[in-house]
Nanobody
Framework: VQLVESGGGLVQPGGSLRLSCAAS????????MRWYRQAPGKERELVAG????????VYAESVKGRFTISRDNAKNTVYLQMNSLKPEDTAVYYCNGGPYNSWGQGTQVTVSS
């Protein structure tokens, strides 16, 4: 089982990024998946979650209306579209899920002018 995040980087406030989580070693379509983030000196927090078929999504209040989680089970990939980014969105973003509740290595998102 492996989860590999990509798509992070440096972006100006108000900008957009799309994170990807490539899953392997298990059947993605059987599992709900989640994105978490951890900022320096803070606890890891849930950002968004999506059900196995993609019908149900949940979001942290701080990202509602700005972030969108989605999935393409045929491509074994989960996405996080992040719009209207703010400096407080700066964090390492992690993908989570699968049969063993696995974690990826994380991808850094920095929002700064």
């Amino acid at each position: 089982v492996q989860l590999v995040e990509s798509g992070g980087g440096l972006v100006q406030p108000g900008g957009s990024l799309r994170l990807s989580c490539a899953a392997s070693g298990f059947t993605l379509s059987r599992y709900g998946m989640r994105w978490y983030r951890q900022a320096p000196g803070k606890e890891r927090e849930l950002v968004a979650g999506i059900s196995s078929a993609g019908v149900t999504t949940v979001y942290a209040e701080s990202v509602k209306g700005r972030f969108t989680i989605s999935r393409d089970n045929a491509k074994n990939t989960v996405y996080l579209q992040m719009n209207s980014l703010k400096p407080e969105d700066t964090a390492v973003y992690y993908c989570n899920g699968g049969p063993y509740n696995s974690w990826g290595q994380g991808t850094q998102v920095t929002v700064s002018s």
